[in-house]
């Protein structure tokens, strides 16, 4: 999935364990709520994100 994410230009995130639970609980309610994991993936996203402003890596 990673190389998938930068041959298309996203950001890619990981799941870490203080979030995980979220994720877990994301996937098992995707049927009914898909809030939980777009807003778990988008916040693993931006932590993503700023490792890669600490090390002055650019992405779009």
Request: glycine fraction near 4%; hydrophobic fraction near 35%; charged fraction near 30%.
């Amino acid at each position: 999935m990673f190389k998938k994410c930068l041959k298309n230009n996203i950001v890619p995130f990981i799941i870490e364990d203080k979030i995980k639970m979220f994720y877990y609980r994301g996937l098992k309610e995707w049927d009914y709520e898909k809030g939980i994991l777009w807003d778990t993936c988008l916040s693993a996203q931006n932590n993503y994100k700023a490792y890669l402003d600490y090390f002055r890596i650019t992405y779009n």
